[in-house]
């Protein structure tokens, strides 16, 4: 048995996986409480950088929840974000993390149960990873970038 | 515009050796335009350094700035004021940029973090091609708006060579070939015949070939008196 209880960043799209969480809340559907929901007004919002920048502050895995395929609000923000989060894992393995601490789901806002289910995988695959070697105290602060 | 990409994270890593602390400095003009050193990239590889050397035990700290033009130093001046306290400056700006930067602070190392490429056009969303070589001479009137100094695998400016099928370069399937192009073009603006002349050997002296250039306009050059 482990205890470890990862810490989980969900950025998730206003019109759906948001409100899907919102469904499994109201309909007492448990999940990790160890999970950050970041919302979004679309996953094309979310780039590589806040990713990073999750992973960077110590998130032992970051999940992008966006539409169903085809059902974006914007169209093709959902496959925009797909596509990106496919390109960081690449980038993510180069840096020296594993690939599968960052993953895309798609879910319908009316799908909270499911919402839930695939949150719980994805904890259960970051727990199987153990923490993330930058979750611990490190030397390394980040400072503003000047401009 | 001028088109660039950044180099391999690990290659950025062995030029930072030994290094504490940088300053990566990014440039809002051509290399923002390519995605290469924007200033989402420049975040992104910032990040990435400092995750990727915290793993390795070696941590580097990067903070992060863009300019809005590195090839010019007043935009650069800005810098200055901070620089001491870092071991390098790692630029995302071009060539130009990587130098104007060098020349500017000669005490501090500058490394580069792109390889610029050419100067290109945006075929697509994410796809970049050669459309100029900046050879000196443009002949473009004469070739329907299609470069064959950049176009043409060997620069040729006499119709295509054997190589060419079915409008496709020898040299890549992916490449269209230069001539081809011109000559459909001038069929298209009724301009077939003016091909008919034959042109003489480029004079490459103007080109890179000549050595390194420089222009000087001294109708907007500002007089050695006037200099402050």
């Known amino acids: 048995m482990t ?3 990862p810490e989980i960043v969900a950025f998730c799209c206003r019109h759906c996986a948001y409100s899907a969480a919102d469904l499994a809340g109201g309909g007492r559907i448990s999940y990790s409480p160890s999970v950050k929901i970041v919302e979004l007004p679309c996953t094309g919002r979310a780039n590589a950088l806040e990713i990073l920048h999750a992973m960077e502050k110590g998130a032992d895995g970051v999940v992008v929840a966006g539409c169903l395929p085809g059902t974006c609000h914007y169209i093709k923000g959902n496959t925009q974000a797909k596509h ?3 390109h960081l894992r690449e980038l993510l393995k180069t840096i020296g993390l594993e690939e599968h601490r960052t993953r895309m789901v798609n879910i319908s806002a009316a799908m909270g149960a499911q919402f839930v289910v695939e949150i719980t995988n994805f904890v259960e695959t970051i727990k199987e990873l153990g923490p993330s070697p930058l979750s611990g105290e490190t030397s390394n602060t980040r400072t503003e970038g000047q401009s | ?9 690990n290659e950025i890593k062995s030029m930072l050796k030994g290094c504490k602390k940088v300053l990566a400095v990014g440039c809002g003009t051509c290399v923002t335009v390519c995605f290469a050193g924007g200033r989402q990239e420049v975040g992104v590889l910032s990040a990435s350094l400092r995750m990727s050397t915290d793993l390795d035990g070696d ?6 700035a863009i300019v809005q033009r590195q090839c010019e130093a007043e935009y650069n001046a800005p810098l200055e004021a901070g620089l001491d306290e870092y071991d390098a400056i790692l630029s995302l700006g071009c060539g130009v940029g990587v130098q104007s930067l060098a020349q500017q602070f000669p005490e501090k190392r500058v490394l580069p973090a792109l390889n610029t490429k050419f100067m290109g056009y945006p075929a697509e969303h994410g796809v970049w091609e050669e459309r100029c070589q900046g050879c000196g001479n443009c002949v473009l009137h004469l070739t329907g708006g299609i470069c064959p100094v950049s176009r043409c695998a060997k620069s040729l400016f006499n119709g295509p ?3 060419s099928q079915a409008g496709i370069c020898e040299v890549d399937a992916t490449t269209e070939c230069a001539w081809h192009l011109i000559c459909e073009n001038q069929l298209k603006l009724g301009l077939f015949d003016e091909m008919m002349e034959v042109q003489p050997a480029k004079d490459w ?8 250039r420089r222009i000087i306009r001294e109708d907007v050059r500002i007089p050695d008196e006037e200099k402050a």
Request: glycine share 12%; charged share 25%.
């Open chain 2, 161 to 163: 060579c054997g190589g």
């Open chain 2, 205 to 212: 002296s103007s080109a890179r070939d000549g050595g390194h």
């Open chain 1, 84 to 86: 990106r989060v496919t």
């Open chain 2, 59 to 64: 941590v580097v700290n990067v903070d992060e």
């Open chain 2, 1 to 9: 515009m001028i088109v660039a990409e950044q180099k391999p994270l």
């Open chain 1, 3 to 5: 205890s470890f209880e």
